[in-house]
């Protein structure tokens, strides 16, 4: 059994690795426009001005939707120590715990950044640059990563709840800590993915 055997991972790792594709796309484009500010201003002192504040706008947004790719991938910092130490049924507990800490975060976090947008709009707040981009355009983009984490975050709560009733094997498998194996095997599609794409 791996992590593709999770009903939930198989519905929506789709979603979020589009969403991840186009972060990496943004991620490219914002080292472009870097990378154009470095040799202009180097080059002809000339600054193309704003690349540092889109620059955090950008890699909030990315942190904001790589979130949930993070959470399905189960790709978030876990403490092993302890995990690793006690037998089945503590750890269906941790991992049920871990699973809902993780969602009640998300849910707080998606409600605080839409309370910061709905200032913005209220306000009509603009950053203190000379672009003064209106706040609400970015915080817009950064807030719906937000709900989508604490959507999927809640799903795999409710998810995990649910096997700690009937399946409490399937629940450290699918949202406990990777195993050695796991990762090996992992490693070993990828490089056998990308061998028969370049064949």
């Not at 504040?53 to 978030?76: N, P, Q």
């Not at 998810?159 to 399946?167: F, R």
């Amino acid at each position: 059994m791996t992590n593709t055997d999770n009903p939930l991972t198989r519905s929506l790792m789709p979603i979020a690795r589009l969403i991840a594709l186009i972060a990496g796309y943004m991620l490219l484009g914002l080292t472009l426009l870097i990378t154009a500010e470095v040799v202009m201003r180097s080059a002809f002192n000339f600054s193309l001005q704003g690349s540092d504040e889109y620059g955090g706008y950008v890699l909030a947004i990315l942190a904001a939707f790589g979130f949930s790719y993070a959470l399905l991938e189960r790709a978030h910092t876990r403490v092993e120590i302890i995990v690793e130490r006690v037998g089945t049924g503590p750890q269906v507990i941790l991992n049920l715990i871990s699973c809902w800490c993780v969602a009640l975060m998300a849910a707080f976090i998606a409600w605080r950044s839409g309370a910061a947008l709905s200032e913005s709009l209220e306000f009509g707040s603009l950053s203190g640059t000379p672009l003064m981009t209106p706040l609400w355009m970015p915080q817009l983009l950064w807030a719906a990563g937000l709900v989508v984490f604490g959507i999927t975050s809640t799903l795999i709560a409710v998810h995990a709840t649910l096997l700690a009733m009937k399946n409490q094997r399937s629940l450290n498998r699918f949202y406990g800590i990777k195993t050695l194996d796991e990762i090996i095997e992992e490693e070993r599609i990828e490089i056998s993915d990308n061998s028969e794409a370049f064949r």
